[in-house]
């Protein structure tokens, strides 16, 4: 079994290749969030939220220099209203609640 603790050597190239995509998915996965149902909803805002902070993390120590430093910065940058963050971030708190798994 692997130990996600364990320090591995990955090709940063490449690692940078795949966080390009990765951009554009939580961008779609946001949308997701933002037009998802609030009495049945199927997408997770808290998901989006530790995905956005991992970014942040990764992108820094693999040296990268980002024109945002936080989730509000994050949802600023990529064009979003202020409502729209507004929004998620009550489906992040209110989700937060009963979210089984990692909360960063």
Known sequence: MWDRKEKITINKDKLLYILDFFDVYL???IQEILMDSK???HFSAVAA???ILCYLEI???LGQKLPYNS???YFEFQGFDPEEYD????????ESA???????
């Open 59 to 61: 992108m820094t120590e």
């Open 27 to 29: 961008m779609r996965f």
């Open 98 to 104: 009963y979210y089984r798994g990692p909360q960063f």
């Open 87 to 94: 929004a998620f971030e009550r489906s992040r708190i209110e």
């Open 49 to 51: 939220n530790n995905m």
């Open 39 to 41: 009495e049945d909803p």
């Open 71 to 73: 989730v509000k910065e």
